[in-house]
């Protein structure tokens, strides 16, 4: 027996190594990472130049802890990560996962709102489905009953509006009012909370674990920020999956031309080398911070050296690869793919998503597009088969974590054509397993 824990007692094999987008077990058998971990390897394996960086980093220091020592890699990083945002964000906070970013950048918040006068300011807007992080501050602005309903009692729950899930309308508006409609209801959502008492709207720009790589109208993106400067609302964006190059930009926000006040950003910022995110926020506001007496929150780890001699190491490689071009090109090609799928399997009932962030969502009827039964757990027994036959694939329940099906596909960006053709060749060959297990309709 294992005295090691962590969700389930679901078995999986013993990691040996990984080498570009593969992994191997022990056993010697190899898998294809099609969901680059959780959305974190988006690099690949063992990169030789990330290595050597960090073993070049091991020998002069592992930790300086920031009280005590400026070091060398995280001021590059942060000079790196801050010619990489918006104009203006050029404030880098290092911390050591999403939660962590999370938590950072609503402490942000609140702290830049009381140099401000706005004590009454503390509550902050998020969307259902939505995942932001599973300490008790990030659960709080998590839409994901399965996930946040066994410790709502623990924490103070923050008010939510409906993710932009415009691919379920029935309505006979056009994409573009669509996005309108559902960015209207942060609006509705502010008034009702009473304008005076709301700090910051959080949102994933591309849905993340929660929606399966949610993308909305584009007219959603520049009303959501109107709304928030319209109240005085700062906007974060989640970009801990988003960021470093996943969505085919270096972070989603580019795609709309948004500069938010805040992003969180993880996963693949380190790709997986070291832990590693970063809270980046407007400089104005760290300076406001500063001057009234301190950024009053830390974690040991922040600014890590190794860390962020590693992170440094994988931004040189997505700059020096163009994986953010990779990350596009690949993306069009596999959704692409992916789409065509819906010809052979009719209960494949949407396909969405932005560069290599991409999902594909199970349905019973794609004119209704009710969800598969539950009791079939096929969000679950699609991955074991795509996993028994060497494919990893990530999913999630749809409809706010009770039911539904969507399955992540997110390879590194260094993915080829040649490797996506070997994707879909086991997603289709595990697509038909399930439909013959499962006794779904299969085209010829």
């Avoid at 077990?25 to 959305?39: N, Q």
């Avoid at 005590?68 to 911390?95: C, I, N, W």
């Avoid at 929606?211 to 520049?222: E, F, H, I, Q, R």
């Avoid at 090609?333 to 969502?361: N, Q, S, W, Y």
Wanted: hydrophobic share 40%.
């Amino acid at each position: 027996m294992s005295h090691l824990f962590y969700q389930s007692r679901q078995p999986r094999p013993t990691l040996d190594y990984g080498k570009g987008i593969y992994l191997y077990d022990t056993d010697g058998k190899r898998y294809i990472d099609g969901s680059s971990g959780a959305m974190v390897s988006n690099i690949g394996h063992s990169n030789p130049r990330v290595l050597d960086a960090m073993k070049a980093q091991m020998d002069k220091a592992t930790f300086g802890y920031r009280l005590h020592f400026q070091t060398e890699p995280s001021e590059r990083l942060a000079a790196k990560t801050a010619a990489l945002m918006p104009k203006g964000l050029d404030r880098v906070f290092f911390v050591s996962g999403g939660s962590e970013a999370v938590e950072s950048a609503i402490k942000m918040a609140r702290q830049y709102a009381l140099t401000q006068g706005q004590d009454s300011r503390w509550k902050v807007i998020s969307r259902h489905p939505s995942y932001h992080g599973s300490t008790l501050g990030a659960l709080a602005l998590t839409g994901y009953d399965p996930l946040t309903k066994p410790f709502a009692p623990m924490m103070r729950e923050m008010p939510k509006i409906a993710a932009p899930t415009c691919y379920l309308d029935t309505d006979n508006l056009d994409d573009d009012q669509r996005g309108l409609k559902y960015a209207e209801m942060l609006r509705e959502e502010i008034i009702a909370q009473g304008p005076e008492s709301v700090l910051a709207f959080i949102m994933e720009p591309v849905g993340g674990a929660s929606t399966g790589a949610l993308v909305a109208p584009d007219s959603y993106y520049a009303r959501i920020r109107e709304i928030c400067d319209e109240f005085g609302i700062l906007l974060i964006y989640d970009e801990v999956m988003t960021g470093a190059g996943r969505t085919g930009k270096f972070i989603a926000a580019e795609h709309w031309g948004i500069t938010p006040d805040i992003i969180a950003l993880s996963k693949g910022f380190a790709a997986g080398y070291a832990p590693l995110g970063a809270m980046v926020a407007r400089g104005d506001m760290v300076e406001a911070v500063l001057d009234a007496g301190g950024f009053l929150h830390g974690y040991t780890y922040a600014g890590n050296p190794l860390a962020c001699a590693a992170g440094c190491a994988v931004l040189d490689e997505i700059a020096s690869q163009d994986l953010v071009g990779n990350s596009a090109a690949m993306g069009d090609l596999l959704k692409a793919r992916l789409t065509g799928l819906m010809d052979r399997f009719p209960f494949i009932g949407d396909v969405r998503g932005l560069g290599l962030l991409l999902a594909f969502e199970l349905v019973s009827d794609r004119k209704t597009m009710a969800p598969l039964p539950k009791e079939l757990n096929a969000y679950n027994r699609l991955v074991d088969l795509a996993y028994e036959r060497g494919l990893i694939i990530y999913s999630r329940r749809t409809r706010g974590g009770l039911e539904g099906d969507h399955f992540l596909v997110a390879p590194p960006l260094i993915v080829t054509e040649a490797q996506i053709d070997e994707i879909m060749a086991t997603l289709t060959d595990s697509l038909e397993a399930m439909a013959r297990e499962m006794n779904l309709p299969v085209n010829p």
